[in-house]
């Protein structure tokens, strides 16, 4: 799973650091969707852009950590629901 987004981020992780030094990349199939501030911007930008399927979000430079998030692939979280969260224990 995810090795040609592995194997694209290996090709490019010398280029990224020079110009994209703390940031997060997201990477689907041998595509750059972007270099985000933050994981979460990431994350977002990620499931936004692929939906269920999966991409790569990776610290430019740091060493490889993968993350699974179930629910999210299985399809019992949705990563856009179709309403806001409002704060919690409160109703409409």
């Known amino acids: ?7 694209y981020y ?3 992780v010398e280029d990224w650091k020079r110009r994209f030094p703390g940031k997060f990349v997201v990477v689907k199939g041998r595509e750059l969707i972007g270099a985000f ?6 994350l977002t930008a990620g499931a936004a852009r692929c939906g269920l399927d999966s ?3 990776r610290l430019v430079g740091e060493s490889e ?3 699974s998030i179930p629910a999210l692939t ?6 856009n629901p ?4 409002s704060r919690s224990g409160t109703s409409a």
């Open 1 to 7: 799973m995810l090795d040609t987004e592995r194997a």
């Open 10 to 12: 290996s090709e490019n």
């Open 37 to 42: 501030s933050s994981m979460e911007e990431a």
């Open 55 to 57: 991409f790569l979000v």
């Open 65 to 67: 950590k993968e993350v």
């Open 74 to 79: 299985l399809g019992l979280l949705g990563a």
């Open 82 to 85: 179709p309403h806001a969260a």
